[in-house]
C-alpha cells in the first residue's frame, strides 16, 4: 500500500497515483478474469491486464528517473522514495506471477516478462529469459537500472545527434547567407554594366550622327568643288559659251590689237 508519509514532489506525487490506479485497476481486473469462464474472453481480458502491466513498468520506470533528478531530497526521504519503488515492484512483479498461473490455464506454457508489444516472438528454451516471479528483488533492480542506464544512454546519443544537427544546420545558414550576399554583389554590378552598356549605347549613336553629318558635309564640299572644276574647265574650252556666267577672279583675259605704227619719213617720235 502506499505510505501517506512519504515526501513527494508534485511530479512525482502524479506519477506515484498513476502508479496506484493502474494497480488498483490489475487486481479489479484479476477479481473479474475468475469470473469469466469463456477462454477467448479470457485472453482479451488478460490482454488488457498486460496493457496495464505495460504501463506500471513505464511509470515505475519514470518515477525512478525522476526521484534521481530530484537530489535536494534528504537521505532518510530518498531512502523511503527507493522503498516505496521497492514494493511497487514486488507488487507488479505477484501480478506478472498471477498473470503467467492464468496464461498456463489457458495453456501458453512460454510467456515474456510484461509481454513486450505486438508481434514479440515467445521465448524458447535456448532464449535463456528469466521470468519476473524467478528472479530476486536485487535482480529486479539491477534489470530495471540496466534498462534505465541503457535508455539515458539513448537519451545522450540523441542529445548529440540534436546537436550536431543545429550545429549543420548553423552553418548552412552562414553559407546561405554568405551566398546571398555575393548574389547581391553580383546583381549591383550587373546593374553598374547594364548601365554602362546604356550610356555606351548612346555615346556610340551620338558619334553615328556625327560622323553622318560630317559625310554629308564633305559630301557637299566635294560637289561644290567638282562643280567649279567643271565650270573652270568648260570655261577654258568655250571662252565664248555666254550661257556660263565668269567666275569673279577667273575670267579670260581681253583680246588684245596689234597696232602699226606707220611711218612717213619727216615724222619723229
Excluded at 494497480?23 to 481480458?45: C, M, T
Excluded at 522503498?83 to 501458453?108: C, F, H, W
Aim: charged share 30%; with cysteine; net charge neutral.
Amino acid at each position: 500500500m502506499a505510505n501517506s508519509d512519504l515526501q513527494m514532489s508534485p511530479q512525482l506525487e502524479q506519477i506515484h497515483g498513476e502508479i496506484r490506479d493502474n494497480f488498483r485497476a490489475l487486481a479489479n481486473g484479476f477479481q473479474k478474469l475468475d469470473k469469466i469462464k469463456d477462454p477467448n474472453r479470457q485472453s482479451k481480458q488478460l490482454e488488457e491486464l498486460t496493457g496495464r502491466m505495460r504501463e506500471c513498468k513505464r511509470l515505475i520506470k519514470e518515477f525512478d528517473r525522476e526521484m534521481k533528478d530530484d537530489g535536494d531530497n534528504p537521505p532518510e526521504v530518498n531512502k523511503q522514495l527507493n522503498d516505496e519503488k521497492q514494493s511497487m515492484i514486488k507488487e507488479l512483479n505477484s501480478y506478472v506471477a498471477l498473470r503467467k498461473t492464468y496464461m498456463n490455464t489457458l495453456g501458453n506454457k512460454r510467456v515474456e516478462l510484461f509481454d513486450m508489444g505486438a508481434g514479440a516472438s515467445e521465448p524458447t528454451a535456448d532464449d535463456h529469459i528469466q521470468l519476473a516471479s524467478e528472479m530476486s528483488n536485487q535482480e529486479l533492480v539491477n534489470a530495471g537500472k540496466k534498462a534505465m542506464d541503457e535508455t539515458d544512454q539513448a537519451i545522450e546519443r540523441s542529445k548529440m545527434v540534436v546537436e550536431q544537427t543545429v550545429e549543420v544546420g548553423t552553418q548552412t545558414a552562414a553559407t546561405l547567407k554568405g551566398q546571398t550576399d555575393q548574389m547581391g554583389h553580383i546583381v549591383n554590378e550587373l546593374d553598374t554594366i547594364q548601365f554602362s552598356l546604356k550610356k555606351a549605347s548612346q555615346l556610340v549613336k551620338e558619334i553615328g550622327r556625327q560622323v553622318a553629318t560630317d559625310k554629308c558635309i564633305m559630301l557637299f564640299l566635294f560637289l561644290i568643288v567638282c562643280g567649279v572644276i567643271a565650270i573652270i574647265v568648260v570655261k577654258i574650252v568655250n571662252p565664248n559659251n555666254k550661257d556660263i556666267r565668269d567666275i569673279p577672279g577667273l575670267a579670260p583675259p581681253a583680246p588684245t590689237t596689234r597696232r602699226l605704227l606707220r611711218w612717213s619719213p619727216g615724222q619723229h617720235f
